[in-house]
């Protein structure tokens, strides 16, 4: 009687997809200041940081440019695709010598659909993006532009995750960080250096940024 053996599906390793190249998808590196892509371009893919990171800008219809958010090793990007967006909506550029996994759309709806923990992975990921959002927006509409300006500092230094906050960062440009809460850069350069001189951040080639900050935040 012949005997009947059942082959079990291998354990999908999601950081090892995430982290590697494969079918339908290749690892990409760019120098700082390049352009990952354009506002308007062709949405075929979806990219995760595996390091660097990442600025993600949108110019309107008269000309006037805004920085929406900064992405770092963890995050995706580009995900618009897979929701039926034809063209970004966005231009990504590299903060930093930045590297990325691009994952072209069809391999990236496959691996969703057939890979539940990649899937929970990636919504986990689109929940937290989400919720992240919506205090953007509560930030920007009721705290002042020292508030926000903290916020931005202790969110780009990953201040409360889960794992080793990453404390030291490339420097942001001033004018960057002021895009961001919607101020200035010389209020954005007067709140700079009223954090320095209190010893929240620090300037020795890369921004150090100290948990200290929170009192900026929490001080009625």
């Given at each position: 009687?012949?005997?009947?053996?059942?082959?079990?599906?291998?354990?999908?390793?999601?950081?090892?997809?995430?982290?590697?190249?494969?079918?339908?998808?290749?690892?990409?590196?760019?120098?700082?200041?390049?352009?990952?892509?354009?506002?308007?371009?062709?949405?075929?893919?979806?990219?995760?940081?595996?390091?660097?990171?990442?600025?993600?800008?949108?110019?309107?219809?008269n000309?006037?440019?805004?920085?929406i958010?900064?992405?770092?090793?963890?995050?995706?990007?580009?995900?618009?695709?897979?929701?039926?967006?034809?063209?970004?909506?966005?231009?990504?550029?590299?903060?930093?010598?930045?590297?990325?996994?691009m994952?072209?759309?069809?391999?990236?709806?496959?691996?969703?659909?057939?890979?539940?923990?990649?899937?929970?992975?990636?919504?986990?990921?689109?929940?937290?993006?989400?919720?992240?959002?919506?205090?953007?927006?509560?930030?920007?509409?009721?705290?002042?532009?020292?508030?926000?300006?903290?916020?931005?500092?202790?969110?780009?230094?990953?201040?409360?995750?889960?794992?080793?906050?990453?404390?030291?960062?490339?420097?942001?440009?001033?004018?960057?960080?002021?895009?961001?809460?919607?101020?200035t850069?010389?209020?954005?350069?007067?709140?700079?250096?009223?954090?320095?001189?209190?010893?929240?951040?620090?300037?020795?080639?890369?921004?150090?940024?100290?948990?200290?900050?929170?009192?900026?935040?929490?001080?009625?």
């Open positions: 009687m012949a005997r009947i053996t059942s082959k079990r599906k291998a354990v999908f390793d999601v950081e090892n997809y995430l982290n590697t190249a494969g079918i339908a998808r290749r690892v990409v590196t760019y120098l700082k200041g390049q352009t990952i892509f354009l506002q308007g371009g062709l949405s075929d893919s979806v990219l995760y940081i595996q390091k660097g990171g990442v600025k993600l800008t949108i110019v309107a219809p000309g006037k440019e805004a920085v958010a900064l992405l770092y090793a963890g995050d995706f990007l580009g995900e618009g695709c897979i929701a039926g967006q034809s063209f970004r909506s966005a231009t990504a550029t590299a903060l930093e010598a930045t590297t990325v996994l994952v072209e759309k069809q391999e990236m709806i496959r691996v969703i659909h057939e890979e539940r923990a990649f899937s929970d992975r990636f919504v986990s990921y689109m929940l937290k993006r989400n919720v992240r959002v919506e205090e953007d927006l509560t930030d920007q509409l009721f705290n002042s532009s020292e508030k926000r300006l903290a916020r931005i500092l202790l969110l780009i230094a990953r201040y409360g995750k889960a794992e080793q906050p990453e404390k030291s960062v490339a420097k942001i440009s001033q004018e960057t960080l002021a895009e961001m809460i919607g101020t850069r010389s209020r954005v350069s007067v709140f700079m250096n009223k954090f320095r001189r209190l010893g929240y951040i620090e300037y020795n080639g890369e921004l150090h940024i100290k948990s200290s900050l929170l009192r900026v935040i929490f001080h009625d």
